[in-house]
Structure formats: C-alpha cells, structure tokens
Nanobody
Framework: GVLMVESGGGSVQAGGSLMLNCTAS????????LAWFRQAPGKEREGVAA????????FYADSVKGRFTISQGDAKNTMSLRMNSLKPDDSGTYTC?????????????????????WGQGTQVTVSS
C-alpha cells in the first residue's frame, strides 16, 4: 500500500515558523487528496490544509488562512506545509494523509478507513 511519511516538526516560540514535509510513497492514483491534520491532547483531530492532486485545488482551515501555505513538491506525491506566525494553539501532532476516493471538498474531513493512508505524525510545539 501507500506509505505516508511526514517530517519537519519541532519546537518554536510564538511567531516562529516551521515547514512540514510529507511523501506518499507508492501512490498510484492520479487524483487524490493530500492533506494535513493535527490533534492536540484532549481535542478532536482537525483538518489543517490540503491539496487535491490533479487539479491543484488547495483548502485551508479558517484558523490558518494567511499563515500556512501548502504546496505540492516537484514529485507529484510530495507536499510541504509552510507554517508562519505560529501560535500556541497550533501545537499538536501533525499527520499527513492521502485518499484517492474523497471528493476535493472532503479533503479536510477525512476519517480513517480501509481506502486511505495516514502517517505516524510529527510533533509541533509552539511556546508562548
């Protein structure tokens, strides 16, 4: 199957920046969601940003618009998430996911199932 691997997490002070990277190794679909999710302790997992590969459509959570930028890499199955002006509320475990069956409008609302793939997560900590 497809192996999702993310990297780039770390600890920064509020106002700092990080860039996360994700690769969907073994991806064999031409159109699919590539999305970032995050989850903080005691909170629900939420979609952060996504690209619908094939159309290039991009989607962002309202809370990160203007601060985060998602980009597809030169390799079609890679993406990066540039996070600027980080806030403590941005802290959490960031996980990338791919799903060839979801509609573009659903890319930020993926749930675990037998037909999508999720990474192990990378930790982002933003201190005040």
């Amino acid at each position: 199957g497809v192996l999702m691997v993310e990297s780039g997490g770390g600890s920064v002070q509020a106002g700092g920046s990080l860039m996360l990277n994700c690769t969907a190794s073994g991806m064999f679909y031409s159109t699919y969601c590539l999305a970032w999710f995050r989850q903080a302790p005691g909170k629900e997992r939420e979609g952060v940003a996504a690209i619908y590969v094939g159309t290039g459509g991009k989607f962002y959570a309202d809370s990160v618009k203007g601060r985060f930028t998602i980009s597809q890499g030169d390799a079609k199955n890679t993406m990066s998430l540039r996070m600027n002006s980080l806030k403590p509320d941005d802290s959490g475990t960031y996980t990338c996911a791919s799903d060839p069956h979801a509609s573009p409008s659903s890319c930020l609302y993926l749930q675990y199932n037998r037909d999508n793939w999720w990474g192990q997560g990378t930790q982002v900590t933003v201190s005040s």
